[in-house]
């Protein structure tokens, strides 16, 4: 009986190692935004925060704009650009490689920072968009 408590305390330990990917994604995006968030002006725009979705299994990146990119006419303009590059970047980041390998969904919303309300920019890529 000892024997079978000892495997059985064993087996309890390694299955609670066990994480779906999902409950990894959520638990590296409030690691990186309690890290890092928000992170430095860079050309700029930051990172404000990352969320992972798991009704849509859709990781959200949350950017504020700054500068004179903070312009709703100059986003707009530059739309079609802006998501093609945005696609780019997603389907060469090898740092997501398993969200992306498991159909996961990205969005990202860029906000005003002079107006935090207000969303210039709003792109969902489902695995259709990056495969």
């Known amino acids: 009986m000892k024997n079978f408590l000892i495997i059985l305390s064993v087996f309890a330990l ?3 190692c066990q994480q779906s990917l ?3 994604a959520a638990k590296e995006m409030a690691e990186y ?3 890092n ?3 430095p002006v860079v050309n700029n725009e930051n990172v404000d925060s990352a969320t992972f979705e798991p009704s849509t299994r859709t990781v ?3 950017y504020k704009l700054h500068g004179e990119i903070d312009n709703a006419a100059i986003i707009a303009k530059h739309r ?3 998501r093609a590059a945005l696609l780019n970047d997603l389907r060469s980041d090898t740092k997501s490689k398993a969200f992306k390998d498991a ?3 990205f969005h990202y919303t860029y ?3 002079s107006n935090p309300e207000k969303i210039l920019l709003d792109e969902n890529f489902t695995p259709k968009d990056y495969k």
């Open 80 to 82: 079609k650009e802006m």
């Open 22 to 24: 999902e409950d990894r």
């Open 37 to 39: 968030c928000p992170t």
């Open 14 to 16: 390694f299955a609670s």
């Open 60 to 62: 959200h990146y949350y």
């Open 103 to 105: 159909g996961f969904g």
């Open 33 to 35: 935004t309690r890290k």
């Open 111 to 113: 906000r005003s920072a």
